[in-house]
């Protein structure tokens, strides 16, 4: 009776291990999915970038635009 109460037992310790792995790895897989979501928002945010740094080395290259001084020249 003693090794079915230990069986039922250390059963019960596994199961409960298993539980809390469970929701580790379910709130590690939230955290990935954010991560990923902040990732994705940053990598489109650097794109905008570049094409703003493209527009402007384009406008340098092409020189100044022949706009009048202002008044105060």
């Known amino acids: 009776m003693a090794d079915a109460s230990d ?3 250390r059963l ?3 199961e409960a291990h298993i539980a ?3 929701g580790e790895i379910r709130d590690l897989s939230e955290m990935v ?3 990923w979501a902040a990732i994705e928002a940053l ?4 794109k905008r ?3 703003r740094m493209e ?3 384009d ?15």
Not at 43 to 46: D, G, I, S
């Open 7 to 9: 069986g039922t037992a």
């Open 12 to 14: 019960d310790e596994l």
């Open 20 to 22: 809390h792995q469970d």
């Open 33 to 35: 999915l954010k991560q």
């Open 43 to 46: 990598t489109a945010q650097l």
């Open 49 to 51: 970038h570049e094409q």
């Open 55 to 57: 527009e402007l080395a």
């Open 59 to 73: 406008d340098v290259a092409t020189g100044p635009v022949d706009e009048p001084p202002p008044p105060h020249y």
